[in-house]
């Protein structure tokens, strides 16, 4: 490279290319990103840029070349309060690294890293700093002696900062971090590394050269390992001259936009502003590669995350001034600059745009309770709001603390801001906990082994009989080598005819046998793939080495492909009737139904499920045959595949073709023409959550009981009814007319008995300063029935009327109810119903609200129902006794 185009590497893109182009002429392989959501178990997001590699560092996984570099995409939330205040903290980063499998070391890595930094990035040796382990002499010789880096420069740290550990035992090892000084002029004595503002450190090189066993003890690997990552962000800062990572080309234009939408200047706003600017720039790029990734909002672990990330960057915009829909814009800058180098962006735009803008309405609303929530609180009287409740108010309804503290200091109320501070630190404890470092001890005994075993060959796309040899039994997770008669099993097979669980297909169920041999198989899953096939003994006993045959059964194979191919013409059927931009959310495949989870964001109509289920069954009719053929997944997607959205896919794919219906990719298992399912029926169609519709259908044989039983209770309804099923729809109408006309009946009797309970009480009303109160006990009325009388009642007694009401309402339903009434004219001097009565009930161990003429309560303690009634007559006397007839 010639020092005119090394000049040029300025850009974020550039930096990143010439980072792998460098590492690839040294015959490193360049590794595409791998998915934020990660093969390992332990972790719930991909959290740095070796853990894609950490089977292959543990020797368990084949090493992908002896030397391997990548631009991986990671995501952390456990400092996500310090985004935005930090020059430097993130959610969404991407580390650059170069690995060795057991190749080069400590020498080729320090000089190459040396070679990439000051002759590529053009560096100069002033602004670097080199830290390393204090008993790693080996490393600093290197840097002082073959490098030439001067001694003040090379700064020795203990343990804390540089050895690298992923647990108390494992692989383990020294490391260094290269350092870039803003201010080089202030000199080398007394350096402090921990000065942010002078210090960045851009580039850690790990050497894995130790085991650290249980009692400390360190012993040299076999294989040395190097683990390198270079935050792009960081380094774009430093070539780009900017004063933090948010000014960078690779997120300042998000927030251009954002600041666009504001109608503000970025660079002339308060720093408060600055850091609302900075969030929702760092947080678009995380949600649009999580969406992507196939990470979908909900309440539980990696959707949490989303929401989270989505939930403040409408608030901040809030702050900002922005009042309507704002996200997808941001989001549509966001992947424009990112699309280039992940395509699947661009792939996954109107998935990615239509799950953000969902979730942007959706907590839009939630802010709008929120504050009603807040006003309620403020409402009812109480003198302190509860840290869970501010906190409820601040992580659910995205109301910042100072905001509630606020608000409840205009109403004179206390805020617990010591509980909301605790509330905060339990969050992020298990923020912590869910984006933990990377373990590389492997503590789980079934994960450990699975991946020890080679991939299991499927040979059930061609037959459901086949010859296998077992590789692994489980009991209990727990690898033996034998498994006896009654025992419970997880069998592993070198090639296998059960279709194990994936795709949303489940798994088959079967035998494995041989002549003194017979395992019931009732499950079987892919982990790795690796095919588990989960079993009972019935005879004979189980052995590492035997060789035995799987037999699939036939039948419930033939409906499971049935309900499989008849999912993918549903798809297609809603992509022709709701909308071309319907995906797949999700879907079951079982041997008895099928199950599809698409986004869209109104129900379909019962119009539009009929001309679905028209299309899909004009498909059975025509008899299509099902071409499925292995090809190049971008080839593939040329020819339209439709791939399933969060689904990883290799490089090679396997496409289930429907000629001119439907194409996919998909593994799963499938009829070869479409008559094959004889008929299709949707049996129900529902919302499951924000965005998202679930559809229920059935195939095949299951098609056909489901119209038979729907036939029986016909039936039996035309012999209970005495109508023939045509006549059927009359009289039902009939037999609904009538109820209403009898319930009408009845509802009048309950109104006219009431009428007899309470008409007579007004004149038993106590006068206070001109008001008039009735406090009295009414059993045998319903909630409705109740507050008609104390209405009513005030209607009798005046606009300066107070009237409550409580109650048994029968003898089979033991709790208590409470009406209170007002007329306007005490309303007007300060009286609230809502607030009264919630005093009332709570002497019942009981609640309730209302506006402030009229509310409502319901209490469990029956026998305080006389000492609430007393209070509530003593309670208004007193209050009353200070005005005068005016």
């Given at each position: 490279?010639?020092?005119?185009?090394?000049?040029?590497?300025?850009?974020?893109?550039?930096?990143?290319?010439?980072?792998?182009?460098?590492?690839?002429?040294?015959?490193?392989?360049?590794?595409?990103?791998?998915?934020?959501?990660?093969?390992?178990?332990?972790?719930?997001?991909?959290?740095?840029?070796?853990?894609?590699?950490?089977?292959?560092?543990?020797?368990?996984?084949?090493?992908?070349?002896?030397?391997?570099?990548?631009?991986?995409?990671?995501?952390?939330?456990?400092?996500?309060?310090?985004?935005?205040?930090?020059?430097?903290?993130?959610?969404?980063?991407?580390?650059?690294?170069?690995?060795?499998?057991?190749?080069?070391?400590?020498?080729?890595?320090?000089?190459?890293?040396?070679?990439?930094?000051?002759?590529?990035?053009?560096?100069?040796?002033?602004?670097?700093?080199?830290?390393?382990?204090?008993?790693?002499?080996?490393?600093?010789?290197?840097?002082?002696?073959?490098?030439?880096?001067?001694?003040?420069?090379?700064?020795?740290?203990?343990?804390?900062?540089?050895?690298?550990?992923?647990?108390?035992?494992?692989?383990?090892?020294?490391?260094?971090?290269?350092?870039?000084?803003?201010?080089?002029?202030?000199?080398?004595?007394?350096?402090?590394?921990?000065?942010?503002?002078?210090?960045?450190?851009?580039?850690?090189?790990?050497?894995?050269?130790?085991?650290?066993?249980?009692?400390?003890?360190?012993?040299?690997?076999?294989?040395?390992?190097?683990?390198?990552?270079?935050?792009?962000?960081?380094?774009?800062?430093?070539?780009?001259?900017?004063?933090?990572?948010?000014?960078?080309?690779?997120?300042?234009?998000?927030?251009?936009?954002?600041?666009?939408?504001?109608?503000?200047?970025?660079?002339?706003?308060?720093?408060?502003?600055?850091?609302?600017?900075?969030?929702?720039?760092?947080?678009?790029?995380?949600?649009?590669?999580?969406?992507?990734?196939?990470?979908?909002?909900?309440?539980?672990?990696?959707?949490?995350?989303?929401?989270?990330?989505?939930?403040?960057?409408?608030?901040?915009?809030?702050?900002?001034?922005?009042?309507?829909?704002?996200?997808?814009?941001?989001?549509?800058?966001?992947?424009?600059?990112?699309?280039?180098?992940?395509?699947?962006?661009?792939?996954?735009?109107?998935?990615?745009?239509?799950?953000?803008?969902?979730?942007?309405?959706?907590?839009?609303?939630?802010?709008?309770?929120?504050?009603?929530?807040?006003?309620?609180?403020?409402?009812?009287?109480?003198?302190?709001?509860?840290?869970?409740?501010?906190?409820?108010?601040?992580?659910?309804?995205?109301?910042?603390?100072?905001?509630?503290?606020?608000?409840?200091?205009?109403?004179?109320i206390d805020v617990d801001v010591k509980g909301f501070e605790k509330e905060m630190y339990a969050q992020k404890e298990r923020a912590k906990a869910a984006t933990s470092n990377i373990d590389l001890t492997l503590e789980g005994s079934l994960?450990?082994?699975?991946?020890?075993?080679?991939?299991?060959?499927?040979?059930?796309y061609d037959a459901l009989l086949s010859e296998a040899e077992i590789k692994g039994v489980f009991l209990d997770s727990t690898l033996v080598k034998q498994a006896s008669e009654g025992q419970k099993v997880l069998i592993v097979l070198d090639q296998t005819s059960f279709y194990g669980?994936?795709?949303?297909?489940?798994?088959?169920?079967?035998?494995?046998?041989?002549?003194?041999?017979?395992?019931?198989?009732?499950?079987?899953?892919?982990?790795?793939?690796?095919?588990?096939?989960?079993?009972?003994?019935?005879?004979?006993?189980?052995?590492?080495?035997?060789?035995?045959?799987?037999?699939?059964?036939?039948?419930?194979?033939?409906?499971?492909?049935?309900?499989?191919?008849?999912?993918?013409?549903?798809?297609?059927?809603?992509?022709?009737?709701?909308?071309?931009?319907?995906?797949?959310?999700?879907?079951?495949?079982?041997?008895?139904?099928?199950?599809?989870?698409?986004?869209?964001?109104?129900?379909?109509?019962?119009?539009?499920?009929?001309?679905?289920?028209?299309?899909?069954?004009?498909?059975?009719?025509?008899?299509?045959?099902?071409?499925?053929?292995?090809?190049?997944?971008?080839?593939?997607?040329?020819?339209?595949?439709?791939?399933?959205?969060?689904?990883?896919?290799?490089?090679?794919?396997?496409?289930?073709?429907?000629?001119?219906?439907?194409?996919?990719?998909?593994?799963?298992?499938?009829?070869?023409?479409?008559?094959?399912?004889?008929?299709?029926?949707?049996?129900?169609?529902?919302?499951?959550?924000?965005?998202?519709?679930?559809?229920?259908?059935?195939?095949?044989?299951?098609?056909?009981?489901?119209?038979?039983?729907?036939?029986?209770?016909?039936?039996?309804?035309?012999?209970?009814?005495?109508?023939?099923?045509?006549?059927?729809?009359?009289?039902?109408?009939?037999?609904?007319?009538?109820?209403?006309?009898?319930?009408?009946?009845?509802?009048?009797?309950?109104?006219?008995?009431?009428?007899?309970?309470?008409?007579?009480?007004?004149?038993?009303?106590?006068?206070?300063?001109?008001?008039?109160?009735?406090?009295?006990?009414?059993?045998?009325?319903?909630?409705?029935?109740?507050?008609?009388?104390?209405?009513?009642?005030?209607?009798?007694?005046?606009?300066?009327?107070?009237?409550?009401?409580?109650?048994?309402?029968?003898?089979?339903?033991?709790?208590?109810?409470?009406?209170?009434?007002?007329?306007?004219?005490?309303?007007?001097?300060?009286?609230?119903?809502?607030?009264?009565?919630?005093?009332?009930?709570?002497?019942?161990?009981?609640?309730?609200?209302?506006?402030?003429?009229?509310?409502?309560?319901?209490?469990?303690?029956?026998?305080?129902?006389?000492?609430?009634?007393?209070?509530?007559?003593?309670?208004?006397?007193?209050?009353?006794?200070?005005?005068?007839?005016?």
């Amino acid at each position: 490279m010639t020092s005119q185009l090394i000049k040029k590497i300025i850009t974020g893109d550039e930096i990143r290319n010439a980072f792998l182009n460098f590492y690839n002429e040294k015959s490193h392989k360049i590794i595409p990103s791998a998915s934020l959501i990660p093969d390992d178990p332990t972790v719930m997001l991909t959290i740095a840029g070796m853990l894609p590699f950490k089977s292959v560092f543990l020797g368990l996984k084949e090493r992908p070349s002896e030397r391997a570099t990548s631009s991986q995409k990671c995501i952390r939330t456990n400092d996500i309060e310090n985004v935005g205040v930090t020059a430097r903290h993130h959610t969404f980063f991407e580390m650059l690294g170069n690995f060795s499998f057991g190749d080069y070391f400590k020498q080729e890595a320090i000089q190459w890293a040396w070679e990439l930094v000051h002759n590529i990035y053009r560096l100069s040796a002033e602004n670097i700093i080199v830290s390393v382990f204090h008993e790693d002499e080996e490393t600093e010789r290197i840097w002082r002696e073959e490098i030439g880096i001067h001694p003040d420069r090379i700064i020795k740290l203990g343990e804390k900062d540089n050895f690298w550990s992923s647990g108390k035992t494992g692989p383990c090892g020294p490391c260094s971090e290269l350092y870039y000084d803003f201010n080089p002029q202030k000199g080398l004595q007394n350096i402090d590394l921990e000065d942010g503002d002078r210090f960045i450190e851009f580039y850690n090189l790990v050497f894995m050269q130790y085991n650290r066993d249980s009692d400390g003890k360190l012993t040299d690997l076999k294989c040395k390992n190097i683990d390198t990552g270079m935050g792009l962000e960081r380094m774009a800062q430093i070539l780009q001259k900017k004063k933090n990572n948010y000014e960078t080309d690779l997120i300042f234009p998000i927030i251009q936009k954002a600041s666009e939408l504001a109608n503000i200047d970025y660079f002339s706003s308060e720093e408060k502003t600055k850091i609302s600017l900075k969030i929702i720039g760092d947080h678009t790029r995380a949600v649009i590669h999580l969406i992507s990734d196939g990470v979908l909002a909900s309440n539980l672990g990696r959707g949490y995350i989303l929401r989270r990330l989505i939930r403040r960057m409408v608030r901040h915009g809030r702050l900002l001034g922005i009042k309507n829909e704002f996200l997808s814009k941001i989001a549509s800058v966001g992947i424009q600059l990112m699309q280039k180098n992940y395509p699947d962006l661009k792939h996954n735009i109107d998935l990615i745009l239509s799950e953000i803008k969902i979730e942007e309405v959706r907590f839009r609303e939630t802010l709008d309770r929120g504050e009603k929530l807040l006003d309620e609180l403020v409402s009812s009287g109480q003198k302190l709001i509860t840290g869970f409740k501010a906190f409820e108010l601040y992580d659910t309804y995205g109301f910042p603390l100072e905001l509630t503290v606020e608000i409840a200091q205009e109403n004179s109320i206390d805020v617990d801001v010591k509980g909301f501070e605790k509330e905060m630190y339990a969050q992020k404890e298990r923020a912590k906990a869910a984006t933990s470092n990377i373990d590389l001890t492997l503590e789980g005994s079934l994960e450990r082994e699975i991946d020890l075993f080679p991939q299991t060959v499927f040979t059930g796309y061609d037959a459901l009989l086949s010859e296998a040899e077992i590789k692994g039994v489980f009991l209990d997770s727990t690898l033996v080598k034998q498994a006896s008669e009654g025992q419970k099993v997880l069998i592993v097979l070198d090639q296998t005819s059960f279709y194990g669980e994936s795709g949303g297909q489940v798994g088959d169920i079967g035998s494995i046998f041989s002549k003194d041999l017979e395992v019931f198989v009732d499950n079987v899953i892919r982990k790795k793939n690796v095919f588990l096939h989960y079993g009972l003994v019935k005879k004979g006993i189980l052995n590492i080495g035997q060789k035995v045959k799987t037999k699939v059964n036939a039948a419930n194979r033939a409906k499971a492909a049935a309900n499989h191919t008849a999912t993918h013409l549903l798809q297609s059927a809603l992509k022709t009737v709701v909308n071309e931009s319907v995906g797949q959310k999700g879907s079951l495949v079982a041997f008895n139904k099928l199950r599809f989870d698409f986004n869209s964001s109104h129900p379909i109509s019962k119009d539009q499920l009929s001309k679905v289920e028209t299309l899909v069954n004009s498909w059975i009719m025509e008899n299509h045959s099902l071409n499925i053929k292995n090809m190049a997944k971008s080839e593939a997607l040329e020819k339209g595949a439709v791939a399933m959205f969060g689904e990883k896919y290799d490089e090679e794919v396997r496409v289930v073709d429907v000629p001119g219906v439907s194409m996919e990719l998909c593994g799963g298992t499938h009829v070869k023409t479409t008559s094959e399912l004889g008929c299709f029926k949707i049996i129900s169609e529902e919302g499951i959550s924000a965005g998202v519709r679930r559809i229920e259908a059935l195939s095949g044989q299951s098609a056909f009981d489901y119209f038979n039983d729907r036939n029986s209770l016909v039936n039996q309804l035309s012999d209970l009814l005495k109508a023939n099923p045509t006549q059927l729809f009359d009289r039902v109408n009939y037999l609904q007319s009538e109820l209403i006309k009898k319930n009408k009946e009845i509802q009048k009797m309950k109104d006219e008995i009431a009428y007899f309970k309470y008409s007579s009480l007004s004149s038993s009303a106590e006068k206070i300063n001109s008001f008039a109160i009735l406090v009295s006990q009414i059993d045998g009325l319903d909630g409705n029935s109740l507050q008609s009388a104390a209405l009513n009642l005030t209607t009798q007694l005046g606009d300066k009327a107070l009237v409550i009401l409580g109650g048994i309402p029968s003898r089979e339903n033991s709790k208590l109810l409470f009406v209170v009434s007002l007329g306007d004219a005490v309303v007007k001097i300060g009286f609230h119903a809502g607030k009264l009565i919630n005093e009332i009930a709570r002497i019942c161990s009981g609640g309730g609200g209302g506006k402030p003429n009229i509310a409502q309560a319901g209490a469990k303690d029956i026998d305080k129902l006389n000492d609430a009634l007393d209070y509530a007559k003593n309670h208004l006397k007193q209050n009353l006794e200070s005005y005068s007839d005016k």
